[in-house]
């Protein structure tokens, strides 16, 4: 294999890896967004499908360490969150 393509390969290869974590960085914010909504209404809410897309995102940093890793979430952070917005 040429260098030419070696680097094709490398570069599409990395291309398709943060592809991949857009996407499941946008899914995870869309997650955070909807728990943050139902604590906003005092409604019962759930952090387990943040995590679960968390933990696909880390999955794919370990393998590569050209994405970056996302911290889990729990209830109580999102509950604080929730808390400093409507104290401002």
């Known amino acids: 294999m ?3 393509k070696a680097i094709s390969a490398h570069s599409k290869k990395q291309h398709e890896l943060v592809k ?3 996407g ?3 899914m995870r914010e869309q997650a955070i967004e909807a728990a943050v ?3 906003k209404e005092g ?6 499908n ?3 897309v ?6 794919l940093a370990k393998n590569n360490g050209i994405v970056p ?3 889990y979430v729990t209830e109580e952070m999102v509950k604080e969150y929730v808390n400093r917005l409507t104290n401002q």
Do not use: G
């Open 20 to 22: 991949s974590f857009v």
């Open 69 to 71: 890793t996302r911290k």
């Open 43 to 48: 409604k019962n809410f759930s952090v387990d």
């Open 2 to 4: 040429s260098v030419h």
């Open 37 to 39: 909504a139902l604590c």
């Open 24 to 26: 499941l960085d946008t």
């Open 54 to 59: 968390t933990q696909q995102i880390n999955e």
């Open 50 to 52: 943040i995590n679960a």
